[in-house]
């Protein structure tokens, strides 16, 4: 056989005359035939400096000697498919073929690369041989391992939706079996080839599949919406038989379970599926189900509107082919009858709205109170609806969960049957109601309250006062706590103000005196008086002339609260004993003790009182002393106008010269802005009294208050006052202590601070910094006492400044 192959090769040499070059590659492959590197050798010489036969040659030469080399074979085919790939594959179809027998030759010893298998199958598609590419993918899955199958299905995937058709389905098939997390790609294939039935058991799958990712990143209900839009656009496409195992109906329904907030868009597509299949009937039960169940407002919207929408739609189709037949003369009683029919069905739907959103309302809370009276008030006067509605609501709304005022729902049923007539059953209602167990004491005392107005309305008083008494009744001494929620209301109304309020004023009006005595004893037994019962009872008393008695209501009242609604009491009763022109004595003792433990934020009135009760039924040095009291007692920002008023009380009685010591003990007393204040009222009213010495001492008394930047207007009347009563030596005194005084603030480093800070705030923004502020600081700081540092900008030169004396007397 090597002699026989060896003149294959001469006959071959002899067809292709070697030159001298091509010598020295064919001496190396003689020399090493095992070799694969003379070869490639060979060939990269060829491809420089010989032709296309040449190089075809040399490779299919190669390729001969080693079969096996992956090297070899993929360098000859892809030169192969590069010179064909130029070519018409429908005219030139004798060439691909070539090309396709040289690709089946080499996998005969190489099918387990899976490059060559790419090159293969890339060439291919790029012919028209559908058949003949779908069975070498075929070939290649078989071949290869399943780890290099990846590499396979990204070109047969790209085939098949070139392809399209059925063989894409059944490729895709295929594929879906080793690669189940591209089906949304497949449903995607599905749904555009029309198979929209394998399309709906896919999305099923899919959403049972608890463990499946999207991997376009879509949530589970997005998915959900897909299939549903799907199933509602297709239902005439999709086949719901029992081979196929979909049912549509109970799949739409699932939804619901699972997606409860999005319910409304599911009803209506379920609906929208059974409009589309022609099933009208089953669609108005869907539509009237949904309506009757949702949770929400917004998805009863959706629901009703798209009901509304379809309902219009088909009274529209009617009444189009009810004006043809009219216009051909073509009279039809049962289909105007049935025209009729669903007009009369619209609007009873129409007048529905308003109950059915009550309904949804109540299911979402059957607590509310205010919803149960609405639709008590959507009923108008069908009395038995009403009827059921109260019952209804009475039933569903549970006491201590009742989102509002549940008494209301009890009263109103009772003013129903009163409005009517029925008193008696009225009563028997009200009688239910107050052994209701209400959130809170204060629905049951408002129910009581109402079943004695139910009374008073139809004038039965004594009913009313007979229903109160029951209302209240208690123990000799109770114990209970009115805030004790452990307890029921019912054993703690009896401790409700609003309740004794409303007996109160009831008994007074139908009753005698002594019942409502002891009406207003009992509230104060049981310890519920309130500062208006107070005020209410001594007011009481005082209308049928019990003075005294009342009196005694307001000390009992006084011994029950403490400040400040002491100080309210006091005050009315401080003033209605005056009035009563009682002994002078009692009413001392009463000030007394009303001053006793008053805080200071309330005595300025009594002692004003005091005062002046002492001025006119007792003494005036006794109402001075009180005065003088009052300025210790009262507040901080009430002792100014004290000292002020004691100061005129004093004037008036004794003289001005009787307010000296007021004026000195306030000047101590008050804080600096309120004693300079004060300081000048004195030195004002020693002018007066010619005592021109006293008044300047206490000028200067008053300058330590008083800063010459910030408080001109009393240096302007102090020496407003020299001008006019002193000299020149006087004068110079006065500027004397101003630049004492001035110099004594520029050293107060606090008071510096907050000048700059005030200055600063005054300035424009932009016109100062930090370091400005700070050099200012550090000049005044640095300057010496009784010196102001000198600020910068234009102005006299060093010299002229020392000469010039800015305090100097004009004397001219």
């Known amino acids: 056989m090597a002699t026989a192959s060896a003149q294959e090769r001469n006959k071959q040499l002899d067809l292709h005359a070697l030159s001298s070059n091509d010598a020295v590659y064919e001496q190396d492959i003689l020399r090493d035939p095992a070799s694969i590197k003379p070869w490639l050798a060979y060939i990269d010489f060829k491809a420089r400096h010989g032709s296309l036969v040449e190089q075809n040659f040399v490779m299919a030469r190669a390729c001969a000697q080693l079969p096996r080399s992956y090297k070899l074979w993929r360098l000859f085919l892809s030169f192969r498919t590069k010179h064909v790939g130029k070519l018409n594959p429908a005219i030139f179809t004798s060439e691909y073929r070539k090309v396709i027998k040289l690709f089946d030759k080499a996998l005969i010893l190489l099918n387990k690369m899976p490059r ?16 003949l590419t779908r069975r070498t993918f075929d070939r290649a899955l078989r071949a290869l391992p399943i780890t290099q199958h990846r590499r396979i299905w990204t070109l047969y995937l790209r085939f098949a939706n070139a392809a399209a058709g059925d063989t894409a389905l059944k490729v895709w098939r295929r594929y879906m079996q080793t690669n189940p997390d591209q089906v949304e790609d497949f449903i995607e294939l599905l749904l555009v080839n029309g198979a929209y039935t394998e399309a709906a058991r896919r999305y099923v799958e899919l959403l049972n599949n608890v463990r499946f990712s999207s991997k376009h990143g879509k949530g589970r209900f997005e998915l959900w919406s897909e299939m549903v839009d799907m199933l509602v656009q297709h239902a005439q496409d999709i086949d719901t038989g029992v081979d196929t195992g979909l049912d549509v109906d109970r799949i739409i329904r699932s939804g619901l379970g699972r997606f409860a907030d999005q319910s409304g868009k599911f009803w209506a597509s379920l609906a929208t599926y059974w409009i589309r299949r022609g099933s009208f009937e089953r669609a108005r039960d869907i539509f009237e189900e949904g309506v009757t169940s949702v949770m929400t407002v917004r998805d009863f919207t959706l629901i009703f509107d798209t009901y509304v929408e379809f309902e219009e739609s088909v009274i529209s189709a009617l009444m189009d082919v009810a004006s043809t037949r009219a216009d051909q003369g073509i009279v039809d009683d049962d289909a105007d009858f049935d025209l ?11 007048d529905r709205r308003p109950f059915l959103l009550n309904d949804v309302l109540l299911r979402q809370n059957p607590n509310n109170v205010s919803e149960w009276e609405k639709r008590v008030a959507l009923w108008g006067d069908n009395k038995q609806e009403v009827v059921k509605t109260y019952t209804e609501a009475i039933s569903a709304i549970h006491p201590k969960r009742a989102a509002g005022p549940f008494h209301k729902i009890w009263v109103g049923y009772a003013r129903f049957y009163e409005h009517g007539g029925d008193l008696r059953s009225a009563r028997i209602i009200m009688e239910k109601a107050v052994k209701v167990p209400f959130k809170s004491v204060a629905e049951l005392a408002d129910m009581w309250i109402e079943w004695a107005h139910l009374e008073l309305r139809n004038e039965n008083f004594d009913d009313a006062v007979r229903i109160m008494a029951k209302a209240i009744q208690a123990p000799k001494r109770s114990n209970i706590d009115y805030f004790d929620e452990s307890l029921s209301p019912q054993q703690r109304v009896h401790k409700s103000w609003k309740l004794w309020s409303f007996y109160v004023d009831l008994v007074e009006s139908v009753s005698t005196l002594e019942e409502v005595k002891k009406v207003y004893e009992r509230i104060f037994e049981l310890r519920i008086a309130t500062p208006q019962t107070v005020v209410n009872y001594a007011n009481l008393l005082e209308e049928h002339h019990y003075y005294e008695e009342s009196f005694k209501i307001y000390e009992r009242g006084l011994d029950l609260f403490s400040y400040p609604v002491a100080f309210e009491l006091w005050n009315l009763y401080l003033t209605k004993a005056v009035d009563r022109k009682i002994g002078i004595e009692r009413l001392r003792d009463l000030f007394e003790q009303a001053v006793e433990d008053c805080p200071p934020k309330f005595a300025k009135t009594i002692y004003l009182m005091y005062g002046s009760l002492e001025e006119e039924r007792g003494l005036a040095r006794h109402a001075m002393r009180i005065y003088e009291r009052a300025t210790r007692a009262v507040a901080d920002e009430d002792r100014a106008d004290m000292f002020n008023f004691y100061i005129t009380k004093s004037a008036s009685n004794f003289g001005l010269p009787s307010t000296r010591p007021i004026y000195e003990r306030a000047i101590t007393a008050l804080p600096d802005v309120e004693a300079k204040d004060m300081c000048l009222k004195f030195a004002d009213m020693e002018k007066r009294l010619g005592e021109i010495d006293r008044a300047r001492a206490i000028y200067g008394h008053a300058s330590q208050f008083c800063d010459p930047r910030t408080n001109l207007d009393f240096w302007t009347k102090w020496e407003q006052f020299e001008v006019q009563h002193g000299n020149e030596d006087t004068f110079k005194e006065m500027l004397r202590i101003k630049r004492s005084v001035q110099a004594q603030y520029n050293t ?16 424009p ?3 100062s910094n930090g370091d400005e502020i700070m050099d200012s600081l550090a000049r005044q700081a640095k300057a010496l006492e009784g010196f102001v540092a000198a600020e910068e900008g234009p102005g006299p030169s060093k010299e002229a400044r020392y000469l010039v004396n800015p305090d100097a007397i004009d004397i001219d």
């Open 765 to 767: 923004e932009g016109s």
């Open 340 to 350: 009729d029919i669903r007009m009369m069905r619209f609007e009873h739907l129409m």
């Open 116 to 131: 060559i298998w790419e090159m293969y199958l890339d060439f291919l598609m790029h012919q028209p041989v559908v058949t």
């Open 748 to 763: 107060d480093v606090n008071f510096i601070a907050s000048q700059a800070l005030a200055r600063t705030q005054q300035r």
